[in-house]
């Protein structure tokens, strides 16, 4: 019998007075299957048509059955493309702004049984295999249950010392991005708490004792009682013991407490969860002088974590990179006519890779030395337009056409050459080969630079390299920077002319008005971090060119 024949069939006898077990009974089947089969009734006609002609399959019918509106069924069944007309599918446009009380943390938190009781309307879905799943429909009386509940929560927590408590049914991460984190401190372990922590530590190394003897004796024999995997499942549960009451040595410092808080809010798990120890931005000023206090003047930074308050950047992060890409152009130029600096360089690299740092394998590797190189030159232009322009890299270039020119065309015929070439020729080409893989190009501006070093270490001057003029800088910069550089560079005097201009004009003059002056950026010069100031250099961490 046809689904749709067996509900009339179901209808015509329950229509006599006939109950649903009565009918169950009758044909055979669950009441639950005749609860379903009545359900279909409620099925748009036009749907129940294309039923009959097997236009919609029995799955797909029993999800717009669970929705008592035609027109969404219509509407729904209508929308869906008939390559993904699928039963999980038009169950996820049906139920759009529906709740699930099985799925939803806030759902679960304040439980089916109080929403209904405070009169929150729902729907169940008959053809559901869980009988106890609901769709909850009115979300704001469910967080305003899910608030009531948590406030019972906040007021427990309030009486720890806090200085606020903010209620949430969620924790929105993005709210508190600006806000500091206090941080818990380990007290002194009681004498009985040393003692248990000292039996437990005791316990565990006379089982992986065991553990690794039964690993290295020299019987055949398997281990038939699984002894290892005993020994090893009460070694996993002592260790669990030891963190758990590690955790409660962990605890708030009392005396920061009071410039800080916490937020009660529902966890993912469906329960009252806390975040404890934020700082409001209005109270960093306070915890830190209290941290400072708490740290006897010291270590206030294991104490409370606070983020940098973020600083606008003078300089863009395109001009940063065009900046520093010809600082490094200018020192990979100035270090080929010092070999000695090269050989410290390299030696000191070489240094940190293997003592400091320990052995770095590279796999995969077919060279015969663990020394990564890579030519940061070739990727200079892409940092700065005008980079092929400049003294500098065109210097580079010359040279390595000439020692392109004077290397061995096969590759296995370079080690050979190498070695029948005089000292000084080695020095030189080695040289060369050291300043092609200077790298520091940034995207921010740096208290330090990683060519620092080598900077002076060469006597860098970039005014030889580098001048400030419309393409160069002052097209990149704000009018307000221009006079700030025309002023150093000069003086005010110089400055207040070009005040009046407008923004091209202000570039024409202060290109004319530098000229000659040897003014550079606070990012190209060297041993000067007096004039840090101007450019607002922070300590962000690099964007890597040609890193090794």
Excluded at 184 to 206: G, N
Excluded at 481 to 509: F, Y
Excluded at 513 to 528: E, F
Aim: glycine share 6%.
């Amino acid at each position: 019998m046809h689904p749709a024949d067996e509900y009339t069939a179901f209808a015509k006898l329950m229509g006599q007075g006939k109950s649903v077990e009565d009918v169950a009974a009758a044909f055979g089947v669950t009441p639950l299957v005749v609860k379903r089969r009545m359900k279909l009734a409620t099925v748009s006609p036009q749907l129940m048509a294309q039923f009959r002609e097997d236009k919609i399959g029995l799955d797909c019918l029993m999800v717009l059955a669970s929705v008592d509106d035609h027109d969404k069924q219509e509407q729904t069944w209508a929308g869906v493309p008939t390559w993904n007309r699928r039963p999980d599918y038009l169950r996820q446009l049906l139920t759009q702004g529906e709740i699930e009380s099985d799925r939803d943390p806030v759902a679960k938190y304040v439980t089916v049984k109080t929403y209904e009781k405070a009169g929150g309307t729902l729907r169940r879905d008959l053809f559901s295999d869980d009988d106890k799943k609901a769709y909850l429909l009115d979300a704001p009386l469910l967080e305003k249950l899910a608030t009531e509940k948590l406030q019972k929560k906040a007021k427990q927590v309030a009486a720890d010392g806090w200085k606020w408590i903010d209620v949430r049914v969620r924790y929105n991460y993005d709210e508190f991005v600006k806000y500091g984190e206090l941080r818990k401190t380990r007290r002194e372990p009681t004498e009985q708490e040393a003692a248990s922590l000292t039996e437990l530590e005791t316990r565990i190394a006379a089982l992986h004792d065991q553990m690794e003897a039964l690993a290295e004796a020299e019987s055949d024999e398997s281990d038939e009682n699984g002894e290892y995997e005993k020994l090893e499942t009460e070694s996993e549960s002592l260790q669990a013991q030891i963190k758990a009451r590690e955790d409660t040595l962990s605890v708030w410092p009392a005396d920061l407490m009071t410039q800080a808080g916490c937020v009660v809010y529902v966890g993912n798990d469906g329960a009252a969860a806390l975040k404890c120890g934020l700082v409001r931005p209005e109270d960093r000023n306070d915890m830190v002088q209290a941290a400072r206090l708490a740290g006897e003047g010291g270590d206030d930074e294991s104490l409370v974590s606070l983020p940098s308050p973020k600083i606008r950047p003078v300089h863009t992060d395109k001009l940063m990179r065009r900046l520093t890409a010809h600082r490094v152009a200018a020192v990979q130029a100035e270090l080929m006519d010092r070999p000695d600096v090269a050989l410290a360089a390299i030696t000191a690299h070489l240094a940190v890779k293997l003592l400091v740092d320990g052995y770095r394998r590279h796999y995969g590797s077919d060279d015969a030395l663990t020394v990564s190189a890579t030519n940061t030159h070739a990727s200079l232009p892409s940092e700065a337009d005008d980079m092929k322009a400049s003294a500098a890299w065109q210097k580079v270039e010359v040279e390595r056409a000439t020692w392109a020119a004077r290397l061995p065309e096969s590759v296995d015929a370079i080690f050979p050459w190498v070695l029948a070439q005089e000292l000084i020729t080695v020095q030189q080409l080695l040289t060369f080969l050291i300043a092609s893989t200077v790298t520091g190009v940034y995207g921010v501006e740096r208290s330090k630079q990683s060519t620092d070093a080598l900077a002076v270490a060469l006597g860098l001057d970039m005014s030889k390299w580098w001048s400030a003029t419309g393409p160069s800088y002052f097209n990149h910069v704000s009018k307000g920077r221009i006079l700030e550089v025309v002023s150093e560079a000069v003086d005010a005097n110089a400055a207040s002319p070009l005040a009046a201009l407008k923004k091209d004009a202000a570039v024409t003059g202060a290109e004319q008005t530098v000229a000659g002056t040897g003014w550079l950026p606070t990012v190209l010069r060297v041993g000067m971090p007096e004039k840090a100031s101007l450019s607002g250099d922070t300590d962000e961490p690099p964007v890597a060119n040609g890193e090794e």
